[in-house]
């Protein structure tokens, strides 16, 4: 597989360039999408302020590109209704306050979704904004479409340009991401050119950057590789695109690595694996920030998160090596994963609790 990547025609980037020189290159950006991809999974909807409590954790341990909900059909995914609460939350006008650079995405599915997000900017004009980005999202095929977005991958792709020029009128960066890219539970094998295709058109109508989802996790590192190579192809450079994998087969890592030292300069995580997809059944988490923190620091390849990790194998974040600030920058974020999943598994318990009582 290295071996292909630096026989490449097009000339990829090589698996030694990433790996041997961390100082040369551009740290690789995270963007947290834990309280957007991973709460919207949760079968017990969580409340706007715990939601509120751990986008306020992941950025004061150090992430500042966080997804933070969906301006989606709350009878489609009644898990992010509360996302016009959160991004007004007085939290998170601290944390805007406190981070400049902080960015808090939110997904945007239509022409309604937008407005309403218009709606509440122009409610509650702050500055910074409630937001600086709206994400979009298009399948790669015709059965996730339909299931995740209740139209055609035509359709879909025909009813944005509205969308990107009404954000960009305010000021709105957008994001988009495509789905299903390496595989669909509803029509199985994609072909690159489909995703190629796709991600191109969102690039012409004006996307600053196309997150490919691998939704259901079944990418490994040559399936990720023959789509960048047909990606770059057909004229979308991969310098433009983000890898968001999820882990049902446990290739995420892998996946990620091998995206990077292909020269992807963004990757998507989420804390402590939360998601999946409602409309993807066997679809499991998102790969983990954790890990994938982990694995960048420890092979040499600077993030967003830590800009200056040491010499590739050098790595202390497990602290067998000593009692560097990075180790205990890791270990904060890590509690903020702990502390999610004590939080949601005591919300189960009461609704469990109230459910039995009801019954009595
Ligand atoms: C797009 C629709 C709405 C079409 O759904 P539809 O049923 O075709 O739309 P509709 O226009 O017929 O409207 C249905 C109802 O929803 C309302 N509605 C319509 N739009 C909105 C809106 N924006 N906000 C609030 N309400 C809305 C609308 O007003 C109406 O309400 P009613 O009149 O029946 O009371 C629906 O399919 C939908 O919301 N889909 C979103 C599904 C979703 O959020 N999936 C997860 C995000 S994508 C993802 O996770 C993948 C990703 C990004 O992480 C990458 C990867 O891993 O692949």
């Not at 390496?182 to 600053?208: N, S, T, W």
């Amino acid at each position: 597989m290295l071996t292909r990547a630096l026989r490449h025609p097009r000339g990829l980037p090589s698996f030694s360039r990433a790996l041997s020189s961390s100082s040369s290159q551009q740290p690789i950006k995270l963007v947290e999408v834990g309280p957007r991809d991973g709460l919207q999974n949760e079968k017990t909807p969580l409340d706007a302020q715990i939601k509120v409590e751990l986008i306020e954790r992941l950025v004061r341990s150090g992430l500042r590109d966080v997804e933070a909900g969906s301006f989606v059909s709350p009878k489609w995914v009644p898990q992010m209704a509360t996302t016009p609460e959160v991004l007004t939350s007085p939290t998170l006008a601290q944390l805007r306050r406190d981070y400049p650079d902080l960015s808090l995405p939110v997904l945007v599915p239509n022409a309604r979704g937008l407005s309403s997000l218009t709606t509440l900017l122009s409610q509650h004009p702050s500055d910074p904004p409630l937001t600086n980005e709206i994400a979009v999202f298009v399948a790669a095929s015709e059965g996730f479409s339909r299931a995740n977005l209740n139209t055609t991958v035509a359709d879909s792709l025909a009813s944005l340009p509205p969308i990107f020029d009404s954000a960009k009128k305010q000021g709105l960066r957008v994001r988009a991401y495509v789905s299903v890219v390496l595989g669909c539970p509803f029509d199985g094998r994609i072909e690159p050119e489909k995703v190629a295709g796709v991600a191109k058109e969102l690039l012409e109508m004006g996307a600053y950057e196309v997150s490919l989802g691998d939704t259901i996790g079944v990418g490994v590192p040559a399936g990720w590789e023959k789509l960048l190579n047909e990606c770059e192809r057909k004229g979308v450079p991969v310098s433009k695109l983000a890898a968001h994998c999820h882990d049902t087969y446990g290739t995420a890592i892998s996946n990620i690595l091998h995206c990077v030292s292909l020269g992807i300069p963004t990757v998507d995580t989420s804390i402590a694996s939360l998601g999946g997809c409602p409309y993807s059944p066997g679809a499991t988490g998102n790969v983990s920030t954790e890990d994938v923190l982990y694995a960048l620091y420890h092979s040499g390849i600077p993030s967003s998160f830590f800009p200056s990790p040491p010499e590739a194998g050098e790595g202390t974040l497990l602290g067998w090596n000593g009692e560097g600030e990075d180790k205990e920058r890791f270990e904060r974020l890590c509690a903020v994963g702990e502390w999610g999943e004590r939080e949601r598994e005591e919300k189960r318990k009461a609704k469990e609790a109230e459910k039995q009582k009801a019954k009595l």
